[in-house]
């Protein structure tokens, strides 16, 4: 708890520490500007804004979502165990109780909001009652209250403040006019923008960390109440029930516009929750599938934006938290999945740098040519630079999409791969059904889910047409395949979530192939011919 706190600390105070250097280092660049002004702008908005937030997120969940606010005797006599916990800590922390309202939706997702302890509100949805048993439902509220106790509310809106601040100041400096001060003092300004919109840019992951940060500290809240592995299994149970829940267009509209508040980030839930369905007859399933978000390097550069950290990372943290407390803790067992993997992390970061070599070498040799062409009597020649990344980039598909024979595999066993890749596919088939549409929503999404005995996992269809090739192929192609037997081969590829990037569907509607390597071959034709055009006319 005192390392969570201290993270808060550090990430405030180097927000701020941004802010004041560059408003300095302004005031020394030149005597007086009007980014005071503009700053004094952004505090009072902000300011407003925090203010009347939660009356306006309250009509907006009334008329949205219809959230129906439930007065005390009511939460006591329907949930009395949600009931108890919050009293519990209200009368503990000596604030008053908030208040609780209720959104019917199957959707399992929990939220705070408010201004300070005093008038928070606390929102849960009928899927927490559905998919949760009271254990669960009383850890997840335990969670927010946690967010409550600790004025989570205050802290983020302090640290997007001084954000948003930063913007400021760049967007001050960097577009002052032309008249005024001699051209040595604008030059210093523009600097100093420069600097503070480099400074905006680390700003947003430094938000992001602390906001990553209030989670933890929320989850050890909620583990000093309720035994940790009840909210671990909540987590889980969260991300299946929203994966299990209808997606209508309402239940997107909920869950995107309380993501950065809800107890987990749906997006990473939904990939989680495709393959949890499979712990039923898997029971070390749910475990395999969260080595990759804690032993994987990539891992760390896909949580680098996300407002939640990865769930592994945070089954992991409770899983310490219930071995301190001496608590058991036998449901999602991570080490030992770790242990049955074999896990080498030296391996997994020699692969880890190999890949990003793949990225960065098409950059690399787009640099030098560029550079060389700026540097020789014709700069003319640094065009050259776009041709040269790309082709670059094409001597790297063979290695992206491996041309090897696809392995036969399962959801269960793709998800568990802890050495998966985001840049380098693996070719395997599945056998099993096209249950929907990635976007159920919608008629035109080219996406599909399928499954196989053990699991779900996304289809991710790309043309050789980009968009328009997409939108044709969800709109003719696709329909005819939904809830049709058959295969997949493809590519596997693990980011927040596992997916397979089709090459072939196979059902008893037909058959469906996908071109993505000559997909990536069509867009570097067309920027080819855009350079080729460039350097015509420019002699």
Same mark, same amino acid.
């Given at each position: 708890?005192?390392?969570?706190?201290?993270?808060?600390?550090?990430?405030?105070?180097?927000?701020?520490?941004?802010?004041?250097?560059?408003?300095?280092?302004?005031?020394?660049?030149?005597?007086?500007?009007?980014?005071?002004?503009?700053?004094?702008?952004?505090?009072?908005?902000?300011?407003?804004?925090?203010?009347?937030?939660?009356?306006?997120?309250?009509?907006?969940?009334?008329?949205?979502?219809?959230?129906?606010?439930?007065?005390?005797?009511?939460?006591?006599?329907?949930?009395?165990?949600?009931?108890?916990?919050?009293?519990?800590?209200?009368?503990?922390?000596?604030?008053?109780?908030?208040?609780?309202?209720?959104?019917?939706?199957?959707?399992?997702?929990?939220?705070?909001?408010?201004?300070?302890?005093?008038?928070?509100?606390?929102?849960?949805?009928?899927?927490?009652?559905?998919?949760?048993?009271? =254990?669960?439902?009383?850890?997840? #509220?335990?969670?927010?209250?946690?967010?409550?106790?600790?004025?989570?509310?205050?802290?983020?809106?302090?640290?997007?403040?001084?954000?948003?601040?930063?913007?400021?100041?760049?967007?001050?400096? #960097?577009?002052?006019?032309?008249?005024?001060?001699?051209?040595?003092?604008?030059?210093?300004?523009?600097?100093?923008?420069?600097?503070?919109?480099?400074?905006?840019?680390?700003?947003?992951?430094?938000?992001?960390?602390?906001?990553?940060?209030?989670?933890?500290?929320?989850?050890?809240?909620?583990?000093?109440?309720? =035994?940790?592995?009840?909210?671990?299994?909540?987590?889980?149970?969260?991300?299946?029930?929203?994966? =299990?829940? *209808?997606?209508?267009?309402?239940?997107?509209?909920?869950?995107?516009?309380?993501?950065?508040?809800?107890?987990?980030?749906?997006?990473?839930?939904?990939?989680?929750?495709?393959?949890?369905?499979?712990?039923?007859?898997?029971?070390?399933?749910?475990?395999?599938?969260?080595?990759?978000?804690?032993?994987?390097?990539?891992?760390?550069?896909?949580?680098?934006?996300?407002?939640?950290?990865?769930?592994?990372?945070?089954?992991?943290?409770?899983?310490?938290?219930?071995?301190?407390?001496?608590?058991?803790?036998?449901?999602?067992?991570? =080490?030992?999945?770790?242990?049955?993997?074999?896990?080498?992390?030296?391996?997994?970061?020699?692969?880890?740098?190999?890949?990003?070599?793949?990225?960065?070498?098409?950059?690399?040799? *787009?640099?030098?040519?560029?550079?060389?062409?700026?540097?020789?009597?014709?700069?003319?020649?640094?065009?050259?630079?776009?041709?040269?990344?790309?082709?670059?980039?094409?001597?790297?598909?063979?290695?992206?999409?491996?041309?090897?024979?696809?392995?036969?595999?399962?959801?269960?066993?793709?998800?568990?791969?802890?050495?998966?890749?985001?840049?380098?596919?693996?070719?395997?088939?599945?056998?099993?059904?096209?249950?929907?549409?990635?976007?159920?929503?919608?008629?035109?999404?080219?996406?599909?889910?399928?499954?196989?005995?053990?699991?779900?996992?996304?289809?991710?269809?790309?043309?050789?047409?980009?968009?328009?090739?997409?939108?044709?192929?969800?709109?003719?192609?696709?329909?005819?395949?939904?809830?049709?037997?058959?295969?997949?081969?493809?590519?596997?590829?693990?980011?927040?979530?596992?997916?397979?990037?089709?090459?072939?569907?196979?059902?008893?509607?037909?058959?469906?192939?996908?071109?993505?390597?000559?997909?990536?071959?069509?867009?570097?034709?067309?920027?080819?011919?855009?350079?080729?055009?460039?350097?015509?006319?420019? #002699?």
């Amino acid at each position: 708890m005192a390392k969570l706190y201290f993270a808060s600390l550090v990430t405030l105070s180097l927000l701020t520490a941004m802010v004041a250097g560059v408003v300095i280092a302004a005031l020394v660049a030149m005597g007086s500007l009007d980014v005071g002004f503009a700053l004094l702008m952004v505090l009072a908005i902000n300011a407003l804004i925090f203010f009347i937030s939660p009356w306006l997120t309250d009509l907006m969940l009334k008329w949205v979502n219809q959230v129906a606010f439930i007065d005390d005797k009511m939460l006591a006599a329907r949930y009395p165990h949600i009931h108890a916990i919050i009293h519990d800590v209200a009368r503990e922390y000596g604030f008053k109780a908030p208040s609780v309202g209720i959104i019917p939706d199957r959707n399992p997702t929990a939220f705070t909001y408010g201004l300070f302890r005093s008038n928070a509100r606390i929102v849960l949805t009928d899927g927490i009652f559905e998919f949760l048993n009271e =254990e669960e439902a009383r850890a997840v #509220t335990a969670h927010e209250l946690g967010h409550i106790v600790n004025r989570d509310f205050l802290v983020m809106t302090v640290a997007g403040t001084l954000v948003q601040m930063l913007y400021v100041i760049y967007s001050s400096l #960097t577009r002052r006019p032309a008249g005024g001060g001699d051209s040595k003092s604008k030059n210093n300004l523009f600097i100093v923008g420069i600097v503070a919109y480099v400074m905006y840019l680390l700003g947003t992951y430094i938000l992001l960390y602390l906001s990553r940060t209030r989670e933890y500290l929320a989850d050890s809240f909620s583990a000093e109440r309720v =035994e940790a592995r009840h909210l671990a299994n909540a987590l889980v149970k969260i991300a299946y029930g929203i994966t =299990e829940a *209808a997606d209508t267009e309402q239940s997107r509209e909920l869950l995107a516009s309380t993501r950065h508040m809800g107890s987990v980030d749906f997006k990473g839930a939904r990939h989680l929750g495709l393959v949890v369905e499979a712990s039923k007859t898997h029971p070390e399933a749910t475990a395999n599938a969260m080595l990759f978000d804690i032993y994987n390097p990539w891992a760390k550069l896909i949580e680098l934006s996300s407002t939640h950290p990865l769930t592994g990372k945070r089954i992991q943290a409770l899983a310490t938290i219930a071995n301190h407390k001496r608590q058991t803790f036998p449901d999602i067992d991570v =080490e030992a999945a770790a242990k049955r993997a074999n896990v080498n992390p030296s391996a997994l970061w020699t692969k880890f740098w190999r890949e990003v070599g793949v990225l960065v070498l098409p950059v690399v040799v *787009a640099a030098i040519v560029g550079l060389w062409g700026l540097a020789s009597e014709t700069p003319a020649l640094a065009l050259l630079a776009v041709p040269a990344g790309i082709f670059a980039w094409l001597a790297f598909i063979p290695i992206i999409y491996p041309s090897s024979a696809p392995a036969n595999e399962t959801v269960v066993d793709l998800m568990g791969d802890v050495a998966a890749s985001p840049v380098i596919g693996r070719p395997v088939r599945l056998e099993g059904e096209v249950i929907g549409r990635v976007d159920a929503g919608s008629v035109f999404g080219e996406d599909t889910v399928f499954a196989d005995p053990s699991g779900r996992i996304n289809v991710d269809f790309r043309s050789l047409l980009g968009p328009l090739g997409d939108f044709w192929t969800g709109w003719r192609r696709i329909k005819p395949h939904i809830n049709q037997k058959g295969s997949v081969t493809g590519w596997f590829r693990r980011g927040m979530g596992g997916f397979v990037i089709m090459k072939e569907l196979d059902t008893t509607a037909g058959r469906v192939r996908a071109y993505p390597y000559f997909a990536g071959l069509g867009t570097a034709v067309f920027f080819l011919a855009i350079v080729g055009l460039i350097a015509f006319f420019a #002699t």
